[in-house]
C-alpha cells in the first residue's frame, strides 16, 4: 500500500437515492412517527449462484459518503421545484445530519445469508433518507469483492491485478479497484484509485502502442528505453513466437515480463515459457489477460503463468453483479417508548425481527464451524468464538480508521483472517451450499 496521503473529498451523496425515501419521509414527518427510534439492518437472504460465502465491502465508502450526506442550496432548490417534497420536508433537510449508531461486519468480512452486515439504529427520519445510497454501494462493492475473492482462491500464490475500468462506469471503475485489492488483488490499473486509496497501480502498454510504431521493433525499444528492461512487453499484436525472440534480442535476460491477451492462453503460455527458457531468459514473468474469470484462472492453474490480469468479468461480478442485499426495518419504537421487533411477512422475502448480534463459532482447531445470530441479544461465546460487529458510527461521529488507505489495509488483513478460518471447501468453484450454516438461536426469532 503506498503510505502518502493526497487531498480528496467525495461528492455529495444525498440526492444518490430514491424519489420514495423523501416521500415517506414526508409523509413520516406529517404524521409525526419520523423521530421514532429505529433500527434498519442489511443483509442478504441468500447467496448468488451457490456461491459458499460472499465477501463484505464498501463500509470505508459508504462512511465517506456519510460525511458527505448533505442537502445544498440548489439540492433543496431543485426538490421544491419539481415538487419532489412540500415546504416542511424541505426545512427538515436543510440541517440534515445523521445522528445515530453504525455498526456492522468488518470490512473485509466474509459473510453468509442472514448474517447482520450492517446496522442502522437512529431517527426513522435519518435511517430512511440513507438506504439507496447504502445499498447501492454495499451491494456493488461486495458483489465485486465477492468474486474477486473467487478468483484470488483460483489463483493461489500467483498475483491477480484488476484492470477492468474501461468496462465499468468511472466511479464504479474506482470502487471496483478497491474492492478487488480488499479481496486480495495485489495491484490495479486505476489511477484515481491509488490516489485516493494508497493502492499499488501498475501499467506498461497496449496494442495500439505497437501498431503506432512502423515496426514492432520500434515500439519494443520505445518502450524499453521510457520504462526500462524490467518492463513487460505485450507480444501478441502479430506473431508472438516472433515477438519474444525480438523482445529478448533487445532487452536480454533481464526482460520483466510479457503479456499475452489472446489465444488460447494455456498453450500459448507453455509455448512462450519454452521459447523463454530456450533463450536464456528464465526469470521473464509470463501475465495472462483477456476475459478471464475464476474459472479460467483455474484452467490456466497448470499452466506456467506468473500473473493474471483480470478485468470485465471481475467489475461484472463474474456472473453476480449485485449481492442482493437488502435493508429493513427491523424494529422500532412504540407508542410505549420501548423498542419493539417489526418484520416483513412477505413470501419469498419475509425477515426476522428484533435488532441482531453475531459471532463466528470455530472447533478446537480455529475453523469456522457456525454463524451465530442473537436476536436482540448478543449470542453466548463457548470459548473461541470470534465477534463479527463493529462500532463505526457513535453518536453521528465516525470512528478514526474506517476511510481512506487505513480502512483499505484494514479490510484486506480481515479478509485474509476470515478465508484463513473458513473449511477448506470454501474455495471450491463449483455451485454448493453455504460453507457454514447461520444459526439463529432457538426461542429468539420473530
Known amino acids: 500500500m503506498n503510505e502518502r496521503s493526497y487531498p480528496w473529498e467525495p461528492s455529495p451523496t444525498s440526492l444518490m437515492t430514491d424519489h420514495y425515501e423523501l416521500t415517506m419521509l414526508q409523509a413520516a414527518l406529517r404524521a409525526g412517527t419520523a423521530s421514532?427510534?429505529?433500527?434498519?439492518?442489511?443483509?442478504?437472504?441468500?447467496?448468488?449462484?451457490?456461491?459458499?460465502?460472499?465477501?463484505?465491502?464498501?463500509?470505508?465508502?459508504v462512511l465517506e459518503g456519510l460525511e458527505k450526506f448533505r442537502f445544498s442550496e440548489d439540492q433543496l432548490r431543485f426538490l421544491r421545484d419539481t415538487n419532489v417534497v412540500d415546504q416542511k420536508t424541505i426545512e427538515y433537510l436543510e440541517n440534515f445530519r445523521f445522528t445515530g449508531q453504525i455498526r456492522g461486519y468488518a470490512e473485509g468480512e466474509v459473510y453468509f445469508p442472514h448474517s447482520p452486515l450492517l446496522t442502522v439504529e437512529s431517527s426513522f427520519a435519518e435511517a430512511c433518507v440513507l438506504e439507496t445510497y447504502i445499498l447501492s454501494v454495499l451491494n456493488f462493492d461486495s458483489a465485486v469483492a465477492s468474486a474477486?475473492?473467487?478468483?484470488?482462491g483460483a489463483a493461489g500464490d500467483r498475483p491477480c491485478i484488476e484492470m477492468g475500468s474501461r468496462r465499468a462506469h468511472e466511479e464504479a471503475a474506482v470502487?471496483?479497484?478497491?474492492?478487488?485489492?480488499?479481496?486480495?488483488?495485489?495491484?490495479?490499473?486505476?489511477?484515481?484509485?491509488?490516489?485516493r486509496y494508497g493502492v499499488k497501480t501498475v501499467g506498461t502498454a497496449a496494442?495500439?502502442?505497437?501498431?503506432?510504431?512502423?515496426t514492432e521493433e520500434q515500439a519494443f525499444r520505445a518502450q524499453i528505453d521510457a520504462l526500462g528492461i524490467g518492463t513487460t512487453l505485450l507480444v501478441d499484436t502479430y506473431d508472438v513466437e516472433n515477438a519474444v525472440r525480438l523482445a529478448v534480442d533487445i532487452a536480454g535476460p533481464d526482460l520483466g515480463g510479457v503479456r499475452l491477451d489472446s489465444g488460447d492462453l494455456v498453450t500459448q503460455a507453455s509455448a512462450v515459457r519454452s521459447l523463454l527458457d530456450m533463450l536464456g531468459n528464465t526469470n521473464t514473468k509470463i501475465t495472462v489477460t483477456s476475459d478471464l474469470d475464476e474459472y479460467a484462472i483455474a484452467a490456466l492453474r497448470a499452466a506456467p503463468v506468473d500473473s493474471y490480469g483480470v478485468g470485465t468479468r471481475l467489475v461484472t461480478g463474474s456472473?453476480?453483479?449485485?449481492?442482493?442485499?437488502?435493508?429493513?426495518?427491523?424494529a422500532r419504537e412504540g407508542t410505549s417508548g420501548t423498542m419493539e421487533p417489526v418484520a416483513k411477512a412477505s413470501s419469498g422475502k419475509a425477515s426476522v425481527g428484533g435488532e441482531k448480534f453475531a459471532l463466528r463459532r470455530r472447533n478446537d482447531a480455529g475453523v469456522a464451524t457456525q454463524e451465530i445470530v442473537g436476536i436482540s441479544h448478543e449470542p453466548t461465546d463457548d470459548g473461541d468464538d470470534r465477534e463479527l460487529l463493529v462500532d463505526y458510527v457513535t453518536g453521528g461521529e465516525l470512528r478514526d480508521g474506517y476511510v481512506g488507505a487505513q480502512a483499505v489495509e484494514r479490510a484486506r488483513e480481515r479478509h485474509a483472517q476470515s478465508m484463513a478460518e473458513l473449511p477448506r471447501a470454501a474455495r471450491r468453484l463449483s455451485e454448493g451450499e453455504p460453507v457454514i450454516p447461520t444459526v439463529i438461536e432457538p426461542g429468539t426469532a420473530h
Not at 175 to 195: D, H, K, P, Q, W
Not at 207 to 214: N, Y
Not at 319 to 330: C, D, E, F, N, Q
Open 36 to 61: 421514532r427510534r429505529s433500527v434498519f439492518e442489511v443483509f442478504a437472504r441468500r447467496l448468488p449462484n451457490g456461491r459458499r460465502y460472499g465477501v463484505f465491502a464498501g463500509v470505508g465508502r
Open 148 to 152: 474477486a475473492s473467487r478468483m484470488i
Open 175 to 195: 470502487a471496483a479497484a478497491r474492492a478487488a485489492v480488499i479481496a486480495g488483488f495485489a495491484s490495479t490499473s486505476n489511477l484515481e484509485a491509488g490516489y
Open 207 to 214: 496494442h495500439s502502442f505497437t501498431l503506432l510504431h512502423d
Open 319 to 330: 456472473g453476480a453483479p449485485t449481492s442482493s442485499m437488502v435493508y429493513k426495518l427491523v
